[in-house]
Protein backbone atom coordinates (compact mmCIF):
# COMPACT_ATOMS: atom_id res chain seq x y z
CA UNK A 1 0.00 0.00 0.00
CA UNK A 2 1.34 3.08 -1.37
CA UNK A 3 1.35 6.18 1.79
CA UNK A 4 0.47 9.79 -0.46
CA UNK A 5 -0.16 12.82 1.63
CA UNK A 6 -1.12 16.29 -0.45
CA UNK A 7 -0.46 19.46 0.12
CA UNK A 8 -0.81 23.13 -0.34
CA UNK A 9 -4.65 23.38 -0.64
CA UNK A 10 -5.92 26.83 0.41
CA UNK A 11 -8.48 29.15 -0.05
CA UNK A 12 -7.26 31.94 -2.84
CA UNK A 13 -8.70 34.28 -5.40
CA UNK A 14 -9.52 33.97 -9.39
CA UNK A 15 -6.37 34.29 -10.93
CA UNK A 16 -4.20 33.67 -8.53
CA UNK A 17 -1.73 30.57 -8.91
CA UNK A 18 -1.10 27.50 -5.96
CA UNK A 19 0.69 24.37 -5.79
CA UNK A 20 -0.34 21.19 -4.86
CA UNK A 21 1.92 18.54 -3.34
CA UNK A 22 2.10 14.78 -3.40
CA UNK A 23 4.47 12.83 -1.06
CA UNK A 24 5.75 9.88 -1.09
CA UNK A 25 8.63 7.88 -1.03
CA UNK A 26 11.57 8.48 -3.94
CA UNK A 27 11.43 4.36 -4.57
CA UNK A 28 7.50 4.57 -4.89
CA UNK A 29 7.57 7.73 -6.92
CA UNK A 30 10.41 5.85 -9.31
CA UNK A 31 7.87 2.50 -9.28
CA UNK A 32 4.17 4.23 -9.84
CA UNK A 33 2.69 6.54 -11.49
CA UNK A 34 0.76 9.85 -9.64
CA UNK A 35 -2.29 11.16 -10.54
CA UNK A 36 -3.67 14.17 -9.75
CA UNK A 37 -7.88 14.18 -9.36
CA UNK A 38 -10.79 16.46 -7.97
CA UNK A 39 -13.77 15.75 -7.06
CA UNK A 40 -16.65 18.28 -6.27
CA UNK A 41 -19.65 17.52 -3.70
CA UNK A 42 -22.03 14.65 -5.73
CA UNK A 43 -19.64 14.43 -8.37
CA UNK A 44 -17.39 12.02 -9.77
CA UNK A 45 -13.69 12.25 -9.14
CA UNK A 46 -12.10 13.43 -12.57
CA UNK A 47 -8.64 13.12 -13.83
CA UNK A 48 -6.07 15.99 -14.03
CA UNK A 49 -2.66 15.24 -14.99
CA UNK A 50 -0.56 12.27 -14.51
CA UNK A 51 2.78 11.75 -13.82
CA UNK A 52 4.69 8.61 -14.23
CA UNK A 53 8.53 7.44 -15.32
CA UNK A 54 7.21 6.07 -18.46
CA UNK A 55 4.87 8.06 -19.13
CA UNK A 56 6.48 11.47 -17.67
CA UNK A 57 3.89 14.95 -17.77
CA UNK A 58 0.31 14.49 -18.92
CA UNK A 59 -2.15 17.36 -18.44
CA UNK A 60 -5.68 15.26 -19.00
CA UNK A 61 -8.25 17.84 -17.95
CA UNK A 62 -9.06 20.21 -21.45
CA UNK A 63 -10.30 22.87 -18.92
CA UNK A 64 -6.36 22.56 -16.65
CA UNK A 65 -4.79 22.68 -20.26
CA UNK A 66 -2.21 25.49 -20.42
CA UNK A 67 -3.31 26.77 -17.09
CA UNK A 68 -1.86 23.49 -15.18
CA UNK A 69 1.26 21.41 -15.17
CA UNK A 70 2.62 18.49 -13.64
CA UNK A 71 6.23 17.59 -12.50
CA UNK A 72 8.56 15.84 -9.78
CA UNK A 73 10.39 17.31 -7.55
CA UNK A 74 13.23 15.36 -6.40
CA UNK A 75 14.70 17.14 -3.90
CA UNK A 76 11.16 16.49 -2.01
CA UNK A 77 10.13 13.60 -3.15
CA UNK A 78 7.09 14.86 -4.40
CA UNK A 79 4.66 15.22 -7.67
CA UNK A 80 3.76 18.33 -8.03
CA UNK A 81 0.30 19.79 -9.51
CA UNK A 82 1.10 23.58 -10.09
CA UNK A 83 -1.96 25.54 -10.90
CA UNK A 84 -2.40 29.18 -12.54
CA UNK A 85 -5.27 31.58 -13.40
CA UNK A 86 -7.33 29.58 -10.92
CA UNK A 87 -11.33 29.95 -11.21
CA UNK A 88 -14.29 29.37 -9.20
CA UNK A 89 -14.50 26.54 -11.36
CA UNK A 90 -11.18 25.03 -10.06
CA UNK A 91 -12.66 24.43 -6.56
CA UNK A 92 -13.21 21.10 -5.48
CA UNK A 93 -11.49 18.73 -3.09
CA UNK A 94 -7.94 17.27 -4.73
CA UNK A 95 -6.61 13.89 -4.38
CA UNK A 96 -3.41 12.15 -5.50
CA UNK A 97 -3.56 8.40 -6.29
CA UNK A 98 -0.85 5.86 -7.43
CA UNK A 99 -1.09 3.49 -10.58
CA UNK A 100 1.34 1.47 -12.51
CA UNK A 101 0.03 3.32 -15.48
CA UNK A 102 -0.68 6.92 -15.75
CA UNK A 103 -4.81 7.19 -16.76
CA UNK A 104 -7.48 9.60 -16.54
CA UNK A 105 -9.67 7.07 -14.74
CA UNK A 106 -9.42 6.68 -11.26
CA UNK A 107 -10.40 3.08 -11.05
CA UNK A 108 -6.54 2.08 -11.89
CA UNK A 109 -5.63 3.85 -8.82
CA UNK A 110 -5.02 1.23 -5.84
CA UNK A 111 -4.05 3.77 -3.51
CA UNK A 112 -5.04 7.65 -2.59
CA UNK A 113 -4.20 10.31 -0.27
CA UNK A 114 -6.98 11.79 1.91
CA UNK A 115 -7.48 14.83 -0.25
CA UNK A 116 -6.96 18.68 0.26
CA UNK A 117 -9.51 21.46 -0.26
CA UNK A 118 -8.91 24.40 -3.17
CA UNK A 119 -11.45 27.10 -2.96
CA UNK A 120 -11.06 29.68 -5.32
CA UNK A 121 -13.32 32.83 -4.10
CA UNK A 122 -13.51 36.27 -4.21
Known amino acids: QVQLVESGGGLVQPGDSLRLSCGASSIELDYYAIGWFRQVPGGEREGIAC????????VYLDSAKGRFTVYRDNAQNTINLEMTNLTPEDTAVYYCGAALRCSPRPVYFRSWGPGTQVTVSS
Open 51 to 58: FGSADRDV
